[in-house]
């Protein structure tokens, strides 16, 4: 009787576990108060971890608007050189030994300011020379006597630029434009004939001294310019294009702001 007592005590208890894992219950409690969750601090220890990459970085514009591009740039030799043709064709018949020039390609000294994300207006000077080789003429005063002097043609031009830039690629570590404009201001074409420092004579010498002032154009027809975040925003640029400070391809280096 006593063990028929007990299996009847128990079974009730047996059969509610048997149907909770027969319906995929789980007979066992969870006590709650003992669940945590997890701390915030796995999030930040994920975001440091060497394995999880860096977030991108953003594209950059360094023309974008009130940026300043300063540069400083050479021109191509074209101009320069057709003032020495024209010198030597007037020169050689009367000092058939005459050597060559000596030429100082021109050069570019400006700024940009983009008023616009791509319209910038500016200021740009340049600067150029041809001086002839040294040339013998006879002192009548001395006679066995040579006075020495060249004949130096100087050319500068001032004037204010306006540039649209109409491709504009941001990059990551860099800013690429190309752009076109127009240069619009004045020039001087200075002539003198100069002693040799050697020459310490007063004797005659044909001089021709004289300038000329006139309106100066520069046209841009295509012009690049890079600038790198890596360099400090240095850069480089290129332009092609004709006018009084260069005809053809000019280069130059730029730093912006």
Known sequence: MRKLFWVLLFMPMTLDSLFAQYEGLDSVKINTTEMTIPSHKTDTFHKKHPLNPKPPLPYRNFY???????????????????????LLNSLKPTYPKMGKSSIKNPKMLGYQYHFRERWSMGLVYSWAQVKTDTINYP?????????????????AAFMGS????????????????????????????NYEAKREPSDKG????????????????????????????????????????????????????????
Do not use: C
């Open 202 to 257: 007063n004797s005659y010498i044909p001089t021709f001294n004289n300038g000329i002032s006139a309106s100066g154009v520069q046209i841009t027809a295509i012009a690049m310019k890079h600038t790198f975040k890596g360099l400090r925003k240095f850069g480089y640029q290129a332009s092609l294009g004709g006018g009084v400070n260069s005809i053809g391809f000019s280069w130059g280096i730029n730093y912006t702001l």
């Open 64 to 86: 974008q608007k009130e940026a300043m591009t300063f540069y400083y740039g050479f021109g191509s030799p074209t101009l320069v050189n057709m003032i020495d043709k024209g």
């Open 162 to 189: 306006i540039d649209y830039i109409w491709k504009l690629r941001r990059g990551k570590k860099s800013t690429l434009a190309l752009f076109s404009g127009i240069a619009l201001g004045n020039s001087h074409i």
């Open 139 to 155: 002192d009548y005063d001395n006679p066995g006597y040579y006075s020495t002097f060249r004949y130096v043609v100087n050319l």
